[in-house]
């Protein structure tokens, strides 16, 4: 069924290769979502030279981007029910083209900080909208699962393609091809989406403003008051202030929950002592990953003095096995159950951090690699098992919403990790921060007793 004057075919006859041009821009959009979450850590330097910006200033443009998407991700699902998620996809595709042109033209630090904000925000609507898009395309539930897992991984070469693009971008005419590219790839997707069906669901949900304020409130003001004491020192009122304001807004977010008609985050949900325990390895993981790609990538080019380009080919170890390590891990989930893998990838996490915690000026690429692969290795072993776990551990009637709050907590810990790291002026000294916090995610999992399958 689709709305009215939508021209849109039904899926059941759609020919072959008109699904699979449709197919293609969906998975166009979470590309480009994933692409920018690491096409700018490259650019950075060149950024900075370029207009004159601040070292405390350069995580925030990495994670300016990350809180919004995170702290919309829960509400946008909501915001695609009442409106449709076809006309909130290619909305918010429009957007991310037109935020990505400003982005591109801005002409000082603000301009940028705010550009990549926004263009969080679209990119919150693009994820849930696409996910709605694809079940429709492929109504029958065994070809549904198979065009997710193609989705996943076609998306995955966004964050892949990131590094290696942005560091080709910017030898090839500097920091602002890396957002200009953006809109190309846009215009090709609008184009391939014009089918896509306009259906929306009979019953909408509802939006918890109230708790989406909060939780943007409470990651922002964490993150702003690590970076600051990072930065400019723990003896200062602001970042304690930060840091308090933060507090204050999380425990206001769990009273404000246990109210609310229509909660993000359910307390049935976050009640279930395993769901915590999957959201804390999934941002442990997230936190861990996206903390070395920003840190080293400030060390291979202040440090030893790569170029954008070959920076970005260093870390191909690191993101390409996420082409096809979360084919494997779904297999040894299957084998040996998801605690076991979620466990077994914290630990090797761990043991990257440990492994760049003896690391200096003088450590042979060749190590820090090693450290890379590692990590990937632990990164797509335990974010995958996580998720397949929440899928059983979470109740049916909350299902969407688990999968919601694991995808949050994600990004949420991908952000920690940037402001946590960022402001350390050694590589050795972000090791032993990712050692410990992947102790303590292990650990944390580690003692929360396995429970029955939800029903």
């Keep these: 069924m689709t709305l009215a004057g939508d021209k849109a075919t039904a899926p059941a006859r759609l020919p072959q290769p008109r699904r699979r041009g449709l197919f293609a821009g969906i998975a166009a959009g979470n590309f480009l979502v994933l692409l920018d979450t690491s096409i700018l850590n490259v650019a950075l330097p060149d950024v900075r030279s370029d207009l004159h910006t601040s070292a405390a200033v350069l995580p925030w443009l990495v994670d300016a981007y990350t809180i919004m998407f995170a702290g919309l991700l829960l509400a946008a699902g909501a915001v695609a029910d009442r409106f449709g998620p076809r006309n909130v996809y290619r909305g918010a595709l429009i957007a991310f083209g037109i935020l990505s042109l400003a982005c591109g033209l801005a002409p000082n630090t603000g301009s940028l900080l705010g550009g990549r904000a926004l263009l969080g925000v679209a990119a919150a609507g693009l994820v849930p909208a696409s996910l709605a898009l694809l079940?429709?395309?492929?109504p029958d539930p065994a070809q549904r699962a198979k065009a997710i897992g193609t989705w996943a991984a076609v998306s995955s070469t966004g964050l892949i393609a990131g590094p290696v693009l942005g560091g080709a971008l910017v030898e090839l005419g500097g920091w602002r091809l890396v957002f200009l590219v953006n809109p190309a790839v846009i215009v090709?997707?609008?184009?391939?989406?014009?089918g896509l069906a306009g259906n929306r669901p009979d019953t909408v949900r509802k939006v918890d403003r109230a708790g989406i304020a909060l939780s943007i409130l409470a990651l922002a003001s964490l993150t702003f008051g690590l970076i600051d004491a990072g930065t400019?020192?723990?003896g200062r009122p602001l970042p304690l202030v930060a840091l308090a304001l933060s507090a204050a807004a999380f425990v206001a977010l769990v009273f404000v929950e246990r109210r609310a008609d229509a909660p993000i985050l359910p307390p049935a949900l976050i009640g279930l002592p395993r769901v915590r325990a999957d959201i804390i390895a999934g941002a442990m993981a997230s936190f861990v990953f996206y903390g070395v790609l920003f840190a080293l990538t400030q060390w291979m080019v202040t440090e030893r003095g790569l170029s954008a380009l070959s920076t970005g080919m260093a870390f191909l170890p690191m993101t390409l096995p996420m082409c096809f390590m979360p084919l494997i891990t779904g297999r040894i989930v299957a084998r040996m159950g998801a605690r076991r893998v979620i466990l077994v990838g914290l630990a090797l996490d761990t043991v990257a951090g440990v492994v760049l915690a003896f690391a200096s000026t003088d450590t042979p690429l060749a190590l820090i690699i090693t450290a890379q692969v590692v990590l990937s290795l632990g990164s797509t072993l335990a974010?995958?098992?996580?998720?397949a776990d929440m899928a059983?551990?979470?109740p049916k009637e909350l299902a969407a919403t688990g999968q919601g709050a694991f995808n949050a907590g994600r990004q949420a810990g991908s952000a920690l990790g940037v402001a946590a790291l960022a402001p350390l002026t050694t590589l050795s000294s972000a090791g032993i921060v990712l050692a410990c916090g992947g102790a303590l995610a292990l650990i944390s999992v580690a003692a929360v007793r396995t429970e029955p399958p939800t029903a």
């Design 188 to 194: 090709v997707t609008l184009l391939a989406s014009r």
């Design 392 to 394: 059983i551990a979470v």
């Design 383 to 387: 974010i995958p098992a996580a998720t």
């Design 135 to 138: 079940a429709a395309l492929y």
């Design 232 to 234: 400019e020192g723990w």
